[in-house]
């Protein structure tokens, strides 16, 4: 593990082995983050929040409470997720804050926002500024605002183009993906 000296860890936070921490970061008590995690500059994390293993956050990402990033997952720089729907300084809402869920090897592009309580499914990319307020199946690439699905990638982040059997392959791994019903995919054993 390492820990830059201007990073700022607190007592009761777990940090994985291999896990770097950077300039200006902040990891609160309760948080956990798994092994050969990569924190750029001025990464918040909060109470609660829990980090796979490899799991790299670029420069100025805030992780708040109710946040939860599976292994492999990729938050790009100064992409944004909330925690309470409906915020409202004079009201005090810390006990409503909603789970966000970031599945196994989703992508999020820079400057993102992830409004709470939506769910990014197993390897789904999330274009840069999109908003995302509602869940992302699987593999599905979302754009714009708010976010809509345009496509579908591979675990290996390539756009997938289908034939017309309804098959695509990645262009890197030469995995094939199924195109199923028109609404999901799955790669081919």
């Known amino acids: 593990m390492f820990v830059h000296e201007s990073a700022v860890v607190d007592e009761g936070a777990v940090i994985g082995e291999g896990t770097r921490i950077w300039h200006f970061?902040?990891?609160?008590?309760?948080?956990?983050?798994?092994?050969?995690?990569?924190?750029?500059q001025n990464v918040f994390v909060a109470n609660d929040v829990v980090l796979g293993n490899n799991v790299k956050v670029q420069n100025n990402v805030s992780i708040y409470s109710g946040v939860v990033c599976e292994d492999d997952v990729f938050l790009g720089p100064s992409m944004v997720f909330t925690n309470i729907t409906n915020p409202r300084s004079a009201v005090i809402?810390?006990?409503?804050?909603?789970?966000?869920?970031v599945r196994r090897g989703a992508s999020v592009g820079a400057n993102a926002t992830i409004v709470c309580g939506s769910t990014l499914g197993a390897y789904s990319f999330v274009g840069a500024g999109a908003v995302v307020t509602r869940d992302v199946p699987d593999y599905a690439l979302v754009v714009g605002n708010p976010a809509r699905q345009v496509g579908w990638m591979s675990a290996y982040g390539h756009r997938l183009y289908f034939d017309a059997g309804g098959k695509a392959t990645c262009p890197e791994s030469k995995q094939v993906y199924r195109l199923v019903d028109g609404n999901h995919v799955e790669p081919e054993s």
């Open 93 to 101: 809402r810390k006990g409503q804050y909603e789970r966000t869920m």
């Open 25 to 40: 970061c902040h990891i609160m008590p309760g948080a956990r983050l798994g092994m050969h995690c990569n924190l750029g």
